[in-house]
């Protein structure tokens, strides 16, 4: 676990966080090499309000400041005819890294998949982002060694 408490609070995001979640977002995609676009994080972010099509978290400190958000996205399992989630997003502003806001994002993330009645959570992250993975399997999160993912690649 980590040393410190967040001490700010997680909420739902509204249409009206929208601004704000898109500077998280933008930041967030350029942590993962892509090129600064604020304009495309607040369009993509603005069809997941319009669509209700995810469950974003928001992370403000005690003075009002946004400093993390978390994105859920809904998905089904066949094999277990159950519904389960995704969580696509997680970022934490550099400056408060370290200070429990991730644990407190991944922990309203879990409350979210309950209250969804979700029989599990996935997430995927870098091989080399080492100090997430350590965060994880610290909140109980397993590494899957039973199935090896894919993707496909599309246009567009």
């Known amino acids: 676990m980590q040393p410190f408490a967040f001490t700010g609070r997680i909420r739902a995001a509204t249409h009206a966080d929208l601004d704000r979640v898109a500077v998280l977002l933008d930041a967030y995609r350029q942590f993962y090499a892509k090129s600064a676009d604020l304009p495309k994080a607040h369009a993509f972010l603005a069809d997941r309000f319009a669509r209700a099509d995810s469950h974003i978290l928001l992370a403000i400190q005690g003075n009002g400041g946004a400093v993390g958000f978390a994105q859920l996205f809904p998905a089904l399992c066949s094999v277990a005819a159950k519904p389960y989630g995704v969580l696509y997003d997680l970022y934490v502003s ?20 309950e209250t969804q009645a979700w029989s599990r959570l996935e997430l995927s992250t870098a091989h080399s982002n080492l100090a997430a993975q350590s965060l994880y399997e610290s909140m109980g999160w397993q590494h899957d060694t039973v199935f090896r993912n894919y993707r496909l690649d599309l246009a567009g």
């Open 94 to 113: 550099p400056e408060v890294r370290r200070l429990g806001v991730a644990s407190a994002l991944l922990q309203a993330a879990r409350d979210v998949a």
